[in-house]
Each structure stands twice: as structure tokens, then as C-alpha cells.
């Protein structure tokens, strides 16, 4: 095959923070031209950097910095340069092979501007407060009639519709409301000590997203007919909790967080390594696993011991057999303790941080990292592709756009603007620019 | 019943357990035709993992099966007799798409590896899910929820510091899997009918999360540009405070409540408080000042624990704070706004009645999301695909069955 999947398809997106940006970024990976269009008159906080302009005292020097939030504020080399927003970690892992141009959509000449370039379009994807397409005076109402068969998906935190619509949440509020955050904790500490800052549901809602258009753009080409999709992000994780919702409309039954053991199997979970900070875990939900594991560690006498040689057994007296596991686990590196029970058919796996997954085996060989080159931020090895495509191979084929770095292309070549109209509208700063004209409130 | 995107696109699901079910779940509720092809006698091995509906473990009334497989057709059907994958291989060349999560080893030691499928039906598009990939070192590793978080995910930044990493509640990077592998299972859809050729798609769930679980991806961004390795923080009270703004989870008077603000929202809290006059306070003057914040938590702490979480939920709705009550399983199924938005589906199965479900996770204008019918009971489906589509007469079945193919 000559082209990638969605070669040929354009989509507009107007997203912020993470859930949006991963969207569209799996359907540019797939292919699609995907434009961004964004506003030097206005900074989406956590989408180009927490705000325009950061202080260096900000600025963190480690990804522990923050209390551990680092690897949400990180800037290339700790450096926030002239253009932070181009050099913002966050930003460039979440929007390569997309394009960026600036439309100023609080005016009506920028509005003009943003219907030509939807009327070329196939998908409006946006991702922003319920209230800011309605605002801006781009609903799904009004762009149909730009572009009949538009495909409009938004993707506000609780959806288009229902008494919360205007709600402002972010992934960690969604992830509280949904049940999650309900569910992850140490079961021994309440909610005030258990972190907070988890984000699946950007990633759940990111990937839902790109399903929804892919349904939606087979559709129109089967029929010819756009659509709306009214996303919210806490209905696409709520279904990823589905056992737990289960439970309780099936049996009254409220379940409570376990940590890191397993309703049904034990030994299950942590267990800690030689070495700072590391960590193994394992599982084992047979008699065959177990059989392997009591191998894998020598058989020890205790490993015959009666009250372990039943799943139930396992279940009932798991903290001191962890204890026992942990007695052998701590004596071994991490990777290692993996190599030995998997040897054993134990599921097993090190707890790895971004250095080790960075350098991981598996990773490596499959050629994971890709090396990126980027005007502001240098050169680096990304993150990847998410699957692989035995003929239609993906991969990282533009960098993370630069504020702005698209104007020209997209306003000329995609829009068919004369050099005239774009110079009159550069320079009432309409359309165009690639540094935010918005100060930091610091 | 208005018409579905994909209703007119055939699925052959081989899938077990969580995240290849998802996927095909993904596809069958919004309208594909999808048949499920399950081991004869025990089926898919998540029939046998709870909760169970009444707490009665039976291979029809698992709420995790229940769950991730309405609307798909079922069969029983066994691969490792000639038989079986001559059947199957008659499938395939029906199929527009077939959904596998085996070991790697496990499909080309059937003989039905892509190259022998592709060659029955060139336009097969075949998405294969496994824990690390089909290649690589750990292609034949074994591994489960924890041990996928461990590599693939954030786990080593979940949790707090100076105790151990801490797993995401429940089975969630399954599912991210089986989403991601919708995704790239309608990717390839869609070039085989533009260009007239399927392919294979390869899923690791390893993969799935380095590239886009929670945090991880931008987190190994992080550390590519800058060597920064994120850890587990101290818990919120104790951690330097940057700012006077409240970050993280709350006590309140009946729970918990969530909230994590922006400095330029300073201004928002008082209000929501109806405490305007503090603005003006000089030992508020400095907001990322340790003492204001301190001194600020006694006045915050106290006004909290005078509201519910749906209260103060509501108040910082109103001045625009992003905040969230902390909800349990319960308060989700009893929601007020989901209730609004129609979320949840009543689906009617024959062993446990009508029982409500995680409904649509997004709204078609056009080509809604539709509970058709509920999860497969074990080969429920048999006569209706062996007998109508394929053709097989009433007396094959029978010794179909007999002989144990079926």
C-alpha cells in the first residue's frame, strides 16, 4: 500500500491540556493532516506550559521538584528560552505530525478566516469548556452550514448536555468524579495522603475520541453525512471501571480500594529490591504460577507450608507470605527477580521509572524511540508509536509544531489566501504570529 | 432502530480476558456484527472472574464478562482440532476483521498466522494484542494488570513517597489497551477499503501505555530532554507548599473533595467562601509564601468540613474552580448528571434480568451507540452461524459437537 491510513483526511482541532492533543495526535500518526489552530492572544493553561512566560524560580530542576510533579512541568533542559511554549515537554509529546497556525477567533475576520479553512475540511475536533465554542459563535449549527457534512466532535469534561455541562475539570477531577481515584489508594491511608494528580482518563478519553471519528468519518464516506459527537471525557473511563460499576448495580455491593492485591489471586503485588527505590511485581493466579514461583525461589520449606498450598490459603495469609517473597526479592535486582520467574512462567516485571523504561530491552528492539529534531527544543528520542502496521508503517514524521509554525502554509496553500489579505490581517493581528502577545500575571 | 457506523462491518473475535473483549466491545456496540469464538465447554476464561451477579460464581453471570461483551454473537469453536480451524479459516473469508489476544506463540503454532489468513482473505485486516508485542525479548513473557502498569505505565510515580509504588485501581490499562487497539483496528478498516488491502496490527500492551497511559508518555519526554525522573511525592499537606492554593484531596463534612487550581485563581476561592475581605489581608499579600498557606489551611480546613462534597462541589462550580467530589461506585451509578445524559443502559440477560450498564461512551448524532442485545450465553449462537451462514446441516452440528470441535 502507497499511503497511510488516513492520508488525504483533514482535520481542524482547537485542543487543550492533554485529553484533546492525544486524540488528534493518534489520528495524525494514522496520518491525517491535523491542524492546530490556536491564538497568540490567548494561553490554554497546561497546553503550551502552565502560563506563557514562566519565572525561572518555576521552572523545575528535577523531575522531583514540585513534590514529584516534575514530569508535568519540565522544560527542555530545565530551560525555559524565549519561546517556554515551544520547549515545553508535555506539549511536544502529545502533538508530533500536527500543524500549528494562529486565528485570532474573538474577532469576526478571524472568524472568516477559521470557516474557509473548515469549509476544506472533514473533522472539527475540539476539546475546550462547554461554554468556549458557544462564546466563540462556532457550533456545530453554525459550521454545518459552512461545511454540510462536517464531522464536529467535542469533548468537554462532562459532555454537551446535563446540569454540569459548564464545569471546569481536569483530568484529576474526572478522575474522582468517575469512581477512580475512589479505587487507587493505599489501603491502610485515607484520601489526603494518596496522590492525586493520576490522569487515565485523559488517555481513555484521548483514544475514544479518535475511535468516535474513525466510526464516524467511514460513515460519511459510506453516506456522505457528517455528524456531531458529544463526547464527555468521564463517560469514556467509567465504562474502564466496569467491573466496579457492575458490582454495584449487580449486587448493592460498594467496592473498596486493595491496593495492590487481587480479589482472586495471592501472592499479587510489590515487592521491594535491592537497591534505592526498586521494586518487582509479580502475580500468580494458578497452581501451575505458584508451582513455578516456589521453583524460581529455591523451594524453600515454607513454600510446603500447609496454610499456602490453596489459592484460599494464599488469599487468607498473604501478608506473611509477602513477607516471605519480599525476604528473597530484596536480595535481587529488579530486572533480574523478572528474568528468574519469568523463566518460571511467573508474570513478573520490574517497577520501572523514565530512565529504565527509556533504556528499556523491549522498547529498544522494537525501535520504540524515534529520534526528533526540533527547531526550539534540539534533538531527542520520543516516545513512539502505540501499535505497529505491518504495511502501512507509522511513524514520527513531523516534529511537535512550533507556536504558530504553519501560518504561512496554512493560510496560502490550504485557505488559498492572497499575500495581500494575509499581510492586512497580519498586521491587525488576526491571523498569524508565533509568540503569545498575553503576559504571564506574574 | 436508526442505523449504526458500522453495522455493515463483520468481526471475528478471538479474544479473551479484558482488553481484546474491550475492543471488540468498542466495536460491536456501535454496530459491527461480532462473533465471538470462545473455547467449547469453558469459554473465555473472564466468565470465570467476579463480581458475580448475587455473588454466585456461574459462567453466565460474571459482571466483568457481562460487561465486555453485549452485542457480540457467540460461538464455541476448537482451534487445536483440524476441524476447527478449517471452520474458522471458512469464517475468516467472511470476516472483514479478526481480533486476536493469544501469546504470540499461540496463532502461528495453530497454523493461523497473518500470512496463512491474509491468503484466504486479502482484505482481512488482523489486530493481534498481547502483553509486550509479537517480538522483542519479552515477547513470551507472561504478565497481568500490576505487572503491565509496572513496565509500560507510571506506577513508579503512583503513589507516595517513602512507601512503595501503588497500582491504578481496577483493570484500566487493559482497557486503554483495547481502546487504543480499536483505534488502530478501524485505522487499518479504513485503508483496506480505500486501498483494497488488509494488514496486520500488532499491539503491545507495554506499548500502549509508553505511548500513552497515564502521565508516562510526556514523563519519558521529560526525562529524553532533561534527565528529569519523576517520583513519588510526599503527601499533599506535607509537601513544600508553592502557593497558598489548595492542591489535591480535601476532607470535607461527609467524604472528600478534589481541587487542583491555577495562581490566577486565587481570587475565585474567596468567593466561593464568601470570604472576599481576605483578599486584602496583608498576610495574604504573598501567595507562594509556606506561611500564608498555612495560616490560610485553618481557615480552609474548618469552612470544609461545614459542607458536603456535592455542596462545595456545586459552590466552586459556580466561580468556575475545577474541583470534583471524591465518588465512590455508588455516587457514579446515582449521579445526577449522568443520570441527565442518559448514561447508563438497562440491558435485559436471561440468568440475571435487567441490571444497569456502563452505557455509550460517546453520542453519534447520526449512528448512535445501541445496547442490541446482552453478552453471549456459551455457544448460544452456534446453530445461527455454523448452521445459517456457513451452511452446516442440522446432523454436522450434532456430530460437531460430539466429536467436540464445536
Known amino acids: 500500500m502507497t499511503k497511510l491510513p488516513l492520508e488525504g483526511v483533514r482535520v481542524v482541532e482547537m485542543t487543550v491540556v492533554a485529553a484533546g492533543p492525544f486524540g488528534t495526535m493518534l489520528l495524525a500518526d494514522l496520518g491525517a493532516e491535523v491542524i492546530r489552530v490556536e491564538s497568540v492572544h490567548h494561553f490554554p493553561p497546561a497546553t503550551r506550559g502552565w502560563m506563557p512566560r514562566p519565572p525561572q524560580f518555576l521552572v523545575p530542576t528535577t523531575g522531583a521538584t514540585f513534590g514529584g510533579t516534575g514530569g508535568l512541568q519540565t522544560y527542555v533542559d530545565h530551560w525555559a528560552g524565549d519561546r517556554p511554549w515551544d520547549r515545553w515537554c508535555l506539549f511536544n509529546a502529545l502533538n508530533r505530525n500536527k500543524l500549528s497556525c494562529c486565528i485570532d477567533l474573538t474577532r469576526p475576520q478571524g472568524i472568516d478566516v477559521f470557516k474557509r479553512l473548515i469549509k476544506t475540511s472533514d473533522v472539527f475536533f475540539e476539546s475546550n469548556a462547554a461554554a468556549t465554542v458557544e462564546k466563540l459563535g462556532i457550533t456545530y449549527d453554525v459550521l454545518k452550514e459552512v461545511k454540510q457534512d462536517i464531522i464536529y466532535l467535542s469533548m468537554p469534561g462532562l459532555g454537551c448536555s446535563g446540569p454540569h455541562k459548564y464545569c471546569t475539570v481536569f483530568g484529576a477531577q474526572l478522575q474522582a468524579l468517575a469512581s477512580h481515584t475512589w479505587l487507587t489508594r493505599y489501603p491502610d491511608l485515607d484520601y489526603t495522603t494518596t496522590q492525586s494528580l493520576l490522569f487515565h482518563c485523559d488517555f481513555a478519553s484521548g483514544a475514544t475520541a479518535a475511535f468516535a471519528i474513525l466510526c464516524a468519518l467511514r460513515y460519511r464516506n459510506r453516506t456522505g453525512k457528517g455528524q456531531f459527537i458529544d463526547l464527555a471525557q468521564i463517560e469514556t473511563v467509567i465504562p474502564h471501571l466496569g467491573e466496579a460499576i457492575m458490582d454495584y448495580t449487580m449486587n448493592s455491593r460498594v467496592q473498596e480500594p486493595i491496593g495492590n492485591r487481587h480479589p482472586s489471586m495471592a501472592p499479587h503485588g510489590v515487592y521491594r529490591c535491592y537497591g534505592e527505590d526498586r521494586w518487582v511485581t509479580l502475580s500468580v493466579s494458578s497452581e501451575e504460577e505458584w508451582q513455578g514461583l516456589c521453583r524460581a525461589l529455591g523451594n524453600p520449606s515454607w513454600c510446603k507450608e500447609e496454610r499456602f498450598s490453596t489459592m484460599a490459603g494464599r488469599l487468607e495469609n498473604q501478608d506473611e507470605l509477602d513477607r516471605y517473597i519480599e525476604e528473597w526479592t530484596c536480595r535481587h535486582d529488579h530486572y533480574d527477580v523478572m528474568y528468574i520467574l519469568q523463566k518460571e512462567g511467573v508474570p513478573a516485571g520490574p517497577v520501572l521509572d523514565d530512565r529504565d523504561a527509556y533504556h528499556d530491552a523491549q522498547l529498544q528492539c522494537r525501535g520504540f524511540f524515534e529520534v526528533v529534531s526540533h527547531r526550539e527544543a534540539g534533538t531527542h528520542r520520543y516516545p513512539g508509536m502505540l501499535w505497529k502496521m505491518g504495511k502501512t508503517p507509522l511513524s514520527i514524521r513531523k516534529p511537535p509544531p512550533c507556536l504558530g509554525e504553519h501560518n504561512d502554509h496554512v493560510f496560502k496553500d490550504v485557505i488559498g489566501m492572497s499575500d495581500d489579505e494575509i499581510a492586512e490581517l497580519e498586521k491587525e493581528q488576526i491571523i498569524g504570529g508565533d509568540e503569545y502577545l498575553v503576559e504571564s500575571i506574574f | ?406
Request: hydrophobic letters at 40%; one cysteine or more.
Open chain 2, 1 to 406: 432502530m436508526p442505523e449504526q457506523a458500522l453495522s455493515d462491518v463483520k468481526v471475528l473475535d478471538l479474544t479473551r480476558y479484558i482488553a481484546g473483549p474491550y475492543c471488540t466491545k468498542l466495536l460491536a456496540d456501535f454496530g459491527a456484527d461480532v462473533i465471538k469464538v470462545e473455547r467449547p465447554g469453558e469459554g473465555d476464561p473472564a466468565r470465570r472472574v467476579g463480581p458475580f451477579f448475587q455473588d454466585d460464581p456461574h459462567a453466565e453471570k460474571s459482571g466483568l464478562f457481562l460487561h465486555l461483551n453485549t452485542n457480540k454473537k457467540g460461538i464455541t469453536l476448537n482451534l487445536k482440532s483440524a476441524t476447527g480451524k478449517k471452520i474458522l479459516k471458512e469464517l475468516v473469508s467472511n470476516a472483514d476483521i479478526l481480533v486476536e489476544s493469544f501469546s504470540p506463540r499461540v496463532m502461528p503454532s495453530l497454523g493461523l498466522d497473518y500470512q496463512t489468513l491474509g491468503a484466504i482473505n486479502p482484505k482481512l485486516v488482523m489486530v493481534s494484542i498481547s502483553n509486550f508485542g509479537q517480538s522483542g525479548p519479552y515477547r513470551d513473557f507472561k504478565a497481568s494488570e500490576i505487572v503491565e502498569y509496572a513496565m509500560g505505565g507510571e506506577m513508579y510515580s503512583t503513589g507516595i513517597a517513602d512507601r512503595e509504588p501503588l497500582k491504578l485501581g481496577g483493570n484500566v490499562v487493559q482497557y486503554q489497551a483495547g481502546t487504543v487497539a480499536a483505534v488502530a483496528t478501524m485505522g487499518a478498516l479504513y485503508a483496506a477499503e480505500l486501498q483494497g488491502s488488509g494488514q496486520h496490527a500488532d499491539i503491545s500492551i507495554m506499548e500502549t501505555q509508553a505511548g500513552g497511559g497515564d502521565r508516562r508518555i510526556f514523563y519519558l519526554l521529560g526525562y529524553a530532554c532533561a534527565g528529569a525522573i519523576t517520583t513519588r511525592w510526599p503527601p499533599p499537606r506535607e509537601a513544600v507548599r508553592m502557593v497558598i492554593l489548595p492542591q489535591g484531596v480535601y476532607p470535607c463534612k461527609d467524604g472528600f473533595i478534589n481541587t487542583l487550581s491555577l495562581p490566577q485563581w486565587w481570587p475565585r476561592y474567596l468567593e466561593a467562601m464568601e470570604m472576599p475581605e481576605l483578599k486584602d489581608e496583608p498576610r495574604f499579600q504573598n501567595i507562594f509564601s509556606m506561611e500564608a498557606g498555612l495560616e490560610f489551611d485553618a481557615l480552609w480546613y474548618s469552612w470544609l468540613a461545614d459542607h458536603t462534597k456535592d455542596e462545595l462541589f456545586e459552590k466552586f462550580l459556580k466561580v468556575n474552580i475545577a474541583s470534583a467530589p471524591l465518588n465512590s461506585p455508588e455516587d457514579v451509578v446515582n449521579n445526577r448528571h449522568l443520570k441527565a445524559r442518559g448514561f447508563f443502559a438497562e440491558i435485559d440477560h436471561p440468568e440475571t434480568g435487567k441490571v444497569a450498564y456502563p452505557g455509550a461512551p460517546f453520542k453519534m448524532t447520526e449512528t448512535p451507540w445501541q445496547a442490541r442485545h446482552p453478552a453471549p450465553l456459551l455457544g448460544q449462537h452456534n446453530e445461527e452461524i455454523y448452521g445459517k451462514l456457513l451452511g452446516y446441516a442440522r446432523e454436522d452440528l450434532v456430530k460437531l459437537r460430539e466429536s467436540g470441535v464445536i
